[in-house]
């Protein structure tokens, strides 16, 4: 599933996580808080929560996928 919750209460809006994300799957929001955008692009790469300095990102090892819908 990816990117699975950011705590704000423990985010310090340094925005590294934004930085770090290879596939820009986290914007700021208007108060800087980091945002899951574009979840379906993540990989489950777990920079974001590894290179965290307050430990608020939480990340499941599931990668996101869209579902296969018939046309």
Known sequence: MGVRHIDK???LRCGLC???CPQDV???DDKK???I???QD???CFLCEKYCP???ITVSAD???RPVLPW
């Open 54 to 56: 307050a430990q608020a």
């Open 63 to 65: 990668r996101e996928r």
């Open 9 to 11: 209460k423990k985010c």
């Open 42 to 44: 993540c990989q489950s």
């Open 26 to 28: 986290l914007r700021r």
């Open 18 to 20: 934004v930085t770090i």
């Open 33 to 35: 808080y980091p945002v």
């Open 37 to 39: 955008t574009y979840l």
